[in-house]
């Protein structure tokens, strides 16, 4: 099937050629050639091919001997090298002409000039509480000019994540389609045993060992004094794993393994290659539609599940009307005047929509910007830590006025509209 | 290195798959030798995913020479190895993922093999096949239908992604099931069990003790008053599993004012009645196994199986619950010994050693009796011939407009369209408009053949000549990742893999598994 292409020469910026015959023979097909069902806005065309060059790359973490089951661009002589320099080096050397810039940090280290430079954006992340800082900054991108939203400023986030055998993409233009906070309730809060369990009452051997974590470990610090339990140190782990096993031996409780120790330290999930090769292909099919606009991208979320044969389910995730991320309008909170701020913290903790981490709320009172309450600043925290059990009239609020949020699940503040009820 | 210094950097490396399919699943992986045939795209993403998790060794087969194209849409092939053999130059860069691993490579066509050799493939574990054509998947399929080999044929085209499975018979004892049901034979309790909830009266204990009392021994006490008083009629409906929730309700304690106290373990038994009283019996996938199958469990016939020796967690004080975890598991060990008792006549009387099956397989068995899975696929042949072709399977998923059906039969007339003109339709720009009629010719020869009266709607035959028979790399992936986990169940003989025809349709993210 060898086909004879004029190679096509694209000088990369130091003369050097790139191409190929027949290089982009495969991908040529979908670019070149009408169809019946290519996107609306597809324009065949045989412009030059480049490829997707520019790629920036953005982790925090360094390689450990665990991911080499599954992350193949990294080998045995990486482990502790920082994951996006050693990606990109491969990438770099493996696809020629293939530009991939690694940044060693947090997402959260990097601000908007960074992130409007790109036309779509991909994650894998592991946390739910990145996700949503993700979505929160491509939000906060967003234009509107007399309230209409200028279709220029969306960047696409396409996002995966997987578990085991399962696994999800989906697509999101923030402003247009379901953002990840419009869904929050498809991801339930991690449940954690509770503390009469742990404490006084423990039947399974998870619960052995959240008990020498959380209440032995504090208490004998065995490697000195502020030293924390570290999941990745083995004789920590190790250290664990003796006590809890004479933890379960107090209460007759089998089923204490090394294995499991580390696993409920540092609530490992089963990971194997297969189930990412499916999602990270799926997301990447997502970015040649969006890219190219050959086909219509997914609308909007696909779960895979390969436990019984293979299992596809994909459906449109419907925007939230009062999405407390994607939506312009503050979302009303309704208290008694007599309620304490505390109510407040805790409904922002423990609702299913906004599930937040540690908000910090603040509010314009009698003209001037009030911190009611900051758990992140120690000094903050503890002149502000008053006000809790201080009742929202007492505090000097008024009817519909409005308070400012921030929290770690959201690069910009969450406007919110105090509602008094009777 | 040392063998120990070797086994503990492995199950560091492996430890977040060891957690799905455990050491003994590790080791049937690293017994196992893969075959692939052809290092396509397809073929070096489904083999990456076999190489990472660390499988013994892998052959690959493949007589074609690197082209620019093969250079252009395959991660394990460069620009550097166009002109020399696909097979070895893949292997060099699929072997450098894990040092694990044994990679070997034969420069040869599998049609060759079949003419010269075709006992080469008995010696592998699995054999995949990758972008075969029609003629040599049947041949190949044949063969390794009488040897006994499971045949995996994937195949990537356009934006189509097709598996086919063929394996005779394919025992699963460990499925681990997403959503099983507990077997705690409620409805028919087991002698040491009736002891045990003998041993507690409610009535009289403390409210410590009332509040941190097992649901199971709640339930098992409230329904021995109900059968009492219903001449031992387990309640059946709605309205009598109501009513015994009521009971429960009742018995929750009360302070001196009347109003119930927070007793959540009370709470739990009412919210698990309606799964607590489901009848103990053997469901009908297990019957059907004990009736075809050599599995050895016979001796529970259709009765009821070895108690599974499990609870769940829930609201108790530590001793009780662990009392009462320890009757089922005594149970489930007597159980199991009984089998083991059985499965040694039953091997003497068939001329075996007792030791032939291991008391921890037995075990194994026995803990998983409710969940075992036998996946028998038809043959190639079946699949083909004008005699047993699935008519009606086809027919009614063609009924549905959105159905993936229709990429089966495109890829199907495809195949018609390479028999005939030696080459895939719309290969080259030029080709694709006038291939559409000659590939809707394949089409209606197909239909007609096999009598199969549905319709085919042009905008299909049209896409199916623009895609040029490309094979992107994305799609080559996403099989790469489902096809690698179907070998992985195959080998491992744990969770289910599909039976037999799965169809991925990146358009539009949806899939399909159809039984052809």
Redo the contacts between chains.
């Keep these: 099937m060898a086909e004879m292409d004029e190679p096509m020469v694209v000088d990369g910026g130091s003369g050097v050629s790139f191409e190929w015959g027949g290089r982009w023979s495969h991908i040529k097909k979908f670019l070149e050639r009408p169809g019946p069902f290519t996107h609306p806005d597809f324009e065949p065309g045989t412009e030059a091919l480049t490829g997707f060059r520019n790629i920036n790359v953005v982790d925090m973490d360094t390689i450990d001997v665990s991911n080499l089951n599954r992350q193949f661009l990294f080998r045995p002589k990486d482990v502790g090298r920082p994951k996006a320099e050693v990606a990109a080096d491969f990438i770099n050397s493996r696809v020629p002409g293939c530009c991939v810039v690694p940044h060693f940090k947090k997402i959260q280290d990097l601000d908007e000039t960074f992130y409007r430079q790109f036309h779509i954006i991909v994650c894998g992340l592991d946390s739910i509480v990145a996700r949503r800082w993700m979505n929160g900054m491509l939000l906060s991108l967003l234009v509107y000019e007399d309230g209409v939203l200028d279709p220029g400023s969306i960047i696409p986030l396409i996002d995966g994540g997987t578990e085991g055998f399962k696994g999800n993409a989906r697509v999101i233009l923030p402003g247009m389609t379901a953002c990840i906070d419009c869904t929050l309730e498809l991801y339930p809060p991690q449940i954690n045993f509770p503390m009469c369990t742990i404490a006084s009452m423990p039947r399974l051997p998870e619960h052995c060992i959240e008990y020498v974590r959380i209440l032995q470990w504090p208490k004998e610090l065995p490697f000195g004094d502020g030293v924390v339990l570290d999941g990745d140190d083995p004789e920590h782990i190790q250290w664990v794993f003796q006590r809890s096993l004479e933890r379960a031996a107090e209460f007759s409780i089998t089923g204490v393994t090394y294995r499991l120790t580390q696993g409920v330290v540092k609530r490992i999930i089963p990971a194997v290659a297969s189930t990412n090769a499916v999602i990270a292909a799926a997301c990447a099919t997502e970015v040649f539609k969006l890219a190219t606009s050959a086909y219509i991208p997914l609308s909007n979320y696909m779960v895979f599940n390969d436990v019984d044969g293979l299992y596809t389910y994909t459906f449109e995730a419907e925007r939230k009307e009062n999405c407390s991320a994607c939506r312009q309008v503050p979302q009303d909170l309704h208290f008694q005047q007599s309620s304490k701020l505390q109510e407040v913290l805790d409904f922002l903790t423990e609702n299913a929509s906004l599930q937040m981490k540690s908000p910090a709320i603040t509010a314009t009172v009698e003209g001037k910007n009030k911190t009611l309450y900051l758990q992140s600043v120690p000094s903050i925290e503890q002149r502000t830590r008053a006000n809790l059990s201080k009742t929202l009239k007492e505090l000097g609020l008024t009817d519909g006025q409005e308070l400012a949020v921030a929290d770690s699940t959201t690069p910009q503040t969450v406007m919110f509209r105090l509602c008094f009820t009777s | 290195a040392t063998m120990a210094a070797t086994k503990a950097?492995k199950e560091?490396?492996?430890?977040?798959?060891?957690?799905?399919w455990g050491d003994h699943g590790q080791e049937t992986l690293e017994n196992a030798h893969v075959c692939l045939i052809n290092a396509t795209?397809t073929g070096t993403?489904i083999l990456?995913?076999l190489v990472?998790?660390?499988i013994g060794a892998f052959t690959i087969v493949d007589g074609h020479t690197v082209?620019?194209?093969d250079?252009?849409?395959n991660?394990f092939l460069?620009?550097n190895s166009?002109g020399r053999n696909r097979a070895q130059a893949a292997t060099e860069l699929l072997q450098?993922?894990?040092?694990d691993v044994s990679g070997n490579f034969v420069e040869e066509s599998p049609d060759k093999l079949l003419d010269n050799d075709p006992e080469f493939f008995h010696r592998f574990t699995i054999v995949i096949g990758v972008q075969l054509p029609e003629s040599t998947c049947l041949r190949l399929g044949s063969v390794l239908w009488n040897a006994s080999v499971p045949f995996l044929i994937c195949k990537t085209y356009?934006?189509i992604g097709y598996m086919r499975l063929v394996v005779q018979e394919h025992t699963v004892i460990e499925?681990?099931?997403?959503n099983a049901l507990e077997d705690l034979r409620l409805d028919q309790p087991f002698e040491e069990f009736k002891n045990h909830t003998n041993s507690y009266d409610l009535d009289s204990m403390d409210k410590k003790d009332h509040s941190?009392t097992p649901w199971i021994i709640i339930v098992a006490k409230y329904l021995e008053k109900w059968l009492s008083e219903h001449n031992d009629q387990l309640p059946k409906n709605y309205k009598e599993k109501e009513a015994f929730r009521q009971t429960i309700r009742e018995g929750i304690i009360k302070t001196d004012g009347g109003v119930p106290e927070d007793e959540e373990n009370f709470e739990e038994a009412i919210k698990n009645v309606n799964t607590a009283l489901n009848l103990t019996k053997v469901c009908g996938v297990i019957q059907l196994i004990f009736y075809h199958s050599s599995c050895v469990c016979r001796v529970f016939s259709l009765i009821h199986l070895p108690v599974r020796g499990t609870i769940p967690?829930?609201i108790?004080?530590?001793?009780k619950?662990?009392n009462l975890q320890n009757v089922y598991r005594e149970k489930a060990m007597q159980d199991a010994a009984a089998v083991s008792k059985h499965v040694e006549c039953l091997l003497r009387s068939v001329g075996k050693p007792p030791e032939s099956i291991s008391e921890k397989d037995i075990k194994l068995f026995c803990k998983n009796a409710s969940f075992l899975r036998v996946v028998r696929c038809r043959s190639l042949a079946e699949e083909y011939s004008v005699d047993s072709v699935n008519k009606d399977e086809i027919a009614s998923y063609m009924d549905n407009p959105d159905s993936e059906m229709v990429f089966y039969l495109m890829l199907r007339a495809v195949d018609r369209f390479y028999q005939q003109h030696s080459?895939?339709p719309?290969?080259?720009?030029y080709q694709?408009e006038e291939d559409i009629n000659k590939l809707k010719v394949c089409v209606n020869s197909l239909l007609q053949e096999y009598s199969l009266s549905v319709n085919i709607k042009d905008?299909y035959i049209?896409?199916f000549c623009?895609?040029?028979?490309?094979?992107?790399?994305?799609?080559?992936?996403?099989l790469?990742?489902?096809a690698?986990?179907?070998a992985?169940k195959i080998i491992s003989h744990q969770?289910?893999?599909?039976?037999n025809t799965?169809i991925?349709n990146?358009?539009?993210?949806?899939?399909a598994?159809f039984q052809l």
Aim: hydrophobic share 30%; aromatic share 12%; proline share 4%.
């Design positions: 950097s560091q490396k492996y430890d977040r798959q060891l957690r799905l795209a993403e990456k995913n990472l998790p660390g082209s620019g194209e250079a252009g849409n991660f460069s620009n166009i450098e993922l894990n040092g356009g934006l499925s681990h099931p997403d941190h967690d829930m108790a004080d530590s001793q619950f662990i080459r895939y719309g290969v080259y720009n694709v905008d049209h896409e623009r895609y040029g028979a490309a094979e992107p790399h994305t799609v080559s992936a996403f790469g990742g489902s690698a986990q179907e992985i969770f289910v893999p599909f039976n799965f991925y990146a358009m539009s993210q949806t899939s598994t």
